[in-house]
């Protein structure tokens, strides 16, 4: 039994006529750009500031080019994501150009939570395409996604006769994890171990970075 109850078809929004199949979707990085916020930016400035002093201009230059090239890739990654669906298949392309696709008779479902609410970004949608034979096909968040788009997707897939679930209560990845533990990558099932990991990572790389600094 879940605590995240399903909406009811009276209390959702209607969906926008199906578009002509077949349907492509892409990701993109406009709504990122507005939801960097102030405190991103004065954050990223301190920061630096920090570098500036304990490393002096050559040592803040080369920390800024590089943590900027890591951002740039990071979201150039994420924009390169697409989605087609078509009269049989919905197929998805990960950041890494590797195509996956799923035969619409096995697709068991698609979960949508309308709000999504991410720590750093605030309120969005979240959809999961579950597969009958278990785990996911894709998991997005509306950050990267057109949220006019995502509506047409999910008309698409209705129109395919795909079992569209929604939820309208606010929910974060743990709740998510908690109750479909199945329909969530390792780092949202474990999030200490991997805020761990990603500590140490990040601890070692400051060590590394301050060594080579100063010898």
């Given amino acids: 039994m879940t605590n995240i109850a399903p909406t009811s078809?009276?209390?959702r929004a209607a969906l926008p006529p199906a578009p002509i199949l077949p349907f492509f979707i892409k990701a993109n990085a406009s709504q990122y750009r507005k939801s960097i916020g102030i405190t991103r930016i004065g954050l990223a400035l301190g920061i630096s500031v920090i570098f500036w002093v304990k490393l002096g201009f050559l040592g803040w230059l080369?920390?800024?080019i590089g943590i900027a090239a890591v951002i740039i890739l990071i979201v150039y990654l994420l924009t390169r994501r697409s989605i087609t669906v078509d009269n049989e298949s919905v197929h998805y392309k990960n950041p890494f150009g590797i195509r996956k696709s799923i035969?619409?008779?096995?697709?068991?479902?698609?979960?949508?939570f309308d709000n999504y609410v991410d720590p750093g970004f605030g309120v969005m949608p979240r959809i999961?395409?579950?597969k009958k034979s278990g785990g996911f096909l894709f998991s997005i968040i509306g950050i990267f996604w057109p949220v006019t788009e995502?509506?047409?997707?999910?008309s698409a897939l209705k129109a395919?006769?795909?079992?569209?679930?929604?939820?309208?209560k606010p929910v974060q990845s743990q709740n998510i994890a908690k109750e479909f533990p199945n329909l969530v990558p390792y780092y949202e099932r474990h999030p200490y171990m991997t805020a761990?990991?990603?500590s140490i990572v990040t601890i070692v790389a400051i060590i590394i970075g301050i060594v080579?600094?100063?010898i």
């Fill in 62 to 64: 080369i920390t800024v």
């Fill in 150 to 154: 995502v509506q047409k997707l999910l």
């Fill in 128 to 130: 999961i395409l579950a």
């Fill in 160 to 168: 395919n006769k795909v079992t569209l679930n929604f939820y309208s």
């Fill in 196 to 198: 761990a990991i990603g």
């Fill in 212 to 214: 080579l600094f100063t």
């Fill in 103 to 112: 035969n619409i008779n096995e697709i068991k479902s698609v979960e949508i």
């Fill in 9 to 11: 078809n009276k209390q």
